[in-house]
């Protein structure tokens, strides 16, 4: 049976004014058909309304006007159409971030959940696309990239392009522009990744590097999930971080100082940064696009979506990305110790996490993740840093009690099988089930405490088993801070004046009356700037009551801050000096690579 299909047209109709143009073009409505644009992208849970962003909306039933009426935010209806029904919007498209749409003179960008309109009832129908480029001689040497299926154009081309149903056309971001692409090959599928933006890029060590951390993950669920290709859309900027996953793609956003430059050492920092960013988003080419909770089977984009398993989506990603670093060869023993122990602290400097679960912080994310406030340390924790440590709690957990034989691989290797290959959805406690199936352990108790409770994860004694020295102490500081001694952190925005951020649960400032949204101008009398107030607090002892002036808002408030000691939250790893025979065993089986199933080509660059 041959499918119906539903044509879309997108043309960057003025750069200058940040304006896409989109055609839509049904068959024949016997009854007028219902059009709607999603709240939100998968991948990223908060309702970010879209259709806000459309400019102005028109219908055409062949090519005479008709009316278009809206019905609610981001839902019109046309009238009955005996022949062709055209709908023509404008989209506005100025968001630099991975999740909408971007149009300028240097590039355009769009996500299709923020440009295309679906059609109820039509669900599945082939949705075929028309990219148009923008007109004039200044946009000759714009070129396209995207992982859509290609109808006549050609790789890089302008031109059709066709997904199955609306739900693969939006999962295929775009981009058009000036770009440079680095190429390898991984389980003989081609990989791109997309650079964008002024770069001088160190091209075959990304290409190599990339080219192992892509072959671990293959290797750790024993095969790549059926795609055509895999494309890296990387946005380089002078300040900004992010991803966002797709089915056969990702979109990132990173700073040029990040990348190697040929010729030039590596800021190994900055670098490690972005490769655990690639090796996030290309662990969710199995975990999220495939293996997904079972209330994402299909996606209701209109509203929110409920789960308390985004702790499994994003924290055991967030787990495996860093990892995988080091399996890879990437980086080494110590650098992951490095990152791990960033992780660790991050967590333990969270008052919140005594307050919220896991399941709760998956659970409320729509209120709460995207949407922080000067509290929002001392009330939440986070899904993605507090996730990965669960998962690498529960990774060392079941290697001890298994003796090695069996770990978190191989939990999520049946995952892959049981929910991802036939693209079911996991049931809320699923991945409970599928631990205590694949360790032959009785795990409820574990994921009482540690994922629907808020206790402390047993790091110290799970790491020791695997021949890692876990040590909380104060930070190593070349003098005491606001956050030691007071209790607070300082808005990094703020380039001038020292105005709070957070003002954490029992610190000094908190416990004095100071807030979040503080401005402080004196300390002991004397006027303080963001640059010089740790410099004031040097000179005063643990213990001592120091005198702070704040303005809040336009008032000014005196208070009282008894400096404290700085808190032993700072998590500090080390190989053991001495470890038994099993432990080093443990440690090496832990860290150790993981052989792909298929050899890897060799790079290029285009």
Avoid at 390 to 416: E, F, G, K, P, Y
Wanted: charged content about 20%; overall charge negative.
């Amino acid at each position: 049976m041959i499918k119906p299909v539903i044509f879309y047209q997108i043309s960057p109709l003025s750069p200058s004014a940040h304006l896409f143009e989109i055609t839509l073009t049904l068959p024949p409505q016997a009854a007028g058909p219902i059009l709607r644009l999603p709240a939100w992208i998968p991948g990223s849970y908060t309702l970010r309304e879209f259709a806000k962003h459309i400019v102005q909306i028109q219908a055409f039933c062949d090519d005479q006007p008709v009316r278009i009426e809206k019905l609610d935010k981001a839902t019109w209806h046309c009238p009955p159409c005996q022949g062709s029904l055209r709908v023509v919007y404008q989209v506005y498209a100025f968001d630099m971030s991975v999740r909408a749409a971007y149009l300028d003179q240097t590039r355009g960008f769009f996500n299709g959940s923020s440009v295309f309109l679906s059609v109820d009832g039509t669900e599945d129908y082939l949705c075929q696309l028309e990219i148009l480029p923008p007109k004039g001689s200044a946009y000759d040497d714009w070129r396209v990239a995207t992982s859509l299926s290609h109808l006549d154009a050609e790789l890089y081309g302008f031109g059709h392009y066709q997904a199955q149903n609306y739900d693969e056309l939006i999962d295929h971001p775009v981009e058009m522009s000036a770009f440079s692409v680095v190429s390898f090959n991984v389980s003989d599928v081609p990989h791109n990744m997309v650079l964008i933006g002024r770069q001088r890029v160190d091209v075959e060590r990304l290409s190599q590097d990339l080219q192992g951390i892509c072959a671990g993950h293959v290797a750790l669920f024993g095969e790549l999930p059926i795609t055509e290709r895999y494309v890296f859309l990387t946005v380089l900027v002078g300040h900004g971080y992010g991803g966002l996953e797709h089915r056969s793609s990702c979109t990132l956003m990173c700073e040029r100082s990040d990348l190697p430059v040929l010729g030039q050492a590596v800021n190994k920092k900055d670098y490690h940064r972005f490769l655990g960013l690639c090796s996030h988003e290309y662990f969710h080419l199995w975990n999220v696009k495939r293996i997904k909770p079972q209330g994402f089977v299909p996606y209701n984009l209109r509203s929110e979506t409920y789960t308390r398993q985004l702790w499994v989506f994003e924290g055991i990603t967030s787990y495996y990305d860093d990892l995988n670093l080091l399996r890879s060869g990437s980086i080494s023993s110590e650098d992951y110790l490095h990152l791990l122990e960033e992780v660790i602290s991050r967590v333990w400097q969270t008052p919140g996490r005594f307050k919220q679960s896991l399941a709760e912080s998956s659970f409320d994310t729509w209120i709460k993740l995207y949407d922080p406030n000067e509290n929002t340390p001392n009330a939440q924790v986070s899904y993605y840093s507090k996730g990965a440590l669960l998962a690498l709690t529960l990774d060392l957990h079941i290697r001890h009690a298994s003796q090695n034989t069996t770990s978190l691989d191989d939990v999520m290797r049946l995952a892959w099988h049981s929910y991802g290959k036939p693209l079911m959805g996991m049931p809320e406690g699923g991945m409970e089930t599928l631990a205590e199936a694949t360790s032959g352990l009785n795990l409820k108790a574990f994921f009482e405490h540690y994922v629907y409770g808020t206790e402390d994860l047993p790091l110290v004694s799970l790491l020791a088993t695997v021949g890692v020295q876990c040590e909380f102490r104060a930070a190593k500081k070349k003098q005491p801070n606001t956050i030691d001694v007071m209790g607070i952190k300082l808005d990094p925005d703020e380039a001038v004046n020292a105005v709070v951020k957070h003002a954490f649960d029992a610190g000094a400032a908190q416990m004095a009356g100071m807030s979040g949204q503080d401005q402080i101008v004196a300390v002991d009398y004397v006027k303080a700037t963001k640059a010089n107030v740790n410099k004031l607090l040097k000179a005063h002892p643990v213990g001592e009551a120091v005198t702070i002036h704040v303005f809040r808002r336009d008032e000014l408030l005196t208070f009282s801050v008894t400096l404290q000691s700085p808190p032993e939250n700072t998590c500090y790893l080390s190989l053991a000096e001495h470890p038994s025979e099993a432990e080093q065993q443990a440690q090496t089986v832990w860290l150790q690579a993981l052989q792909p199933p298929i050899a890897q080509d060799g790079s290029a660059h285009e």
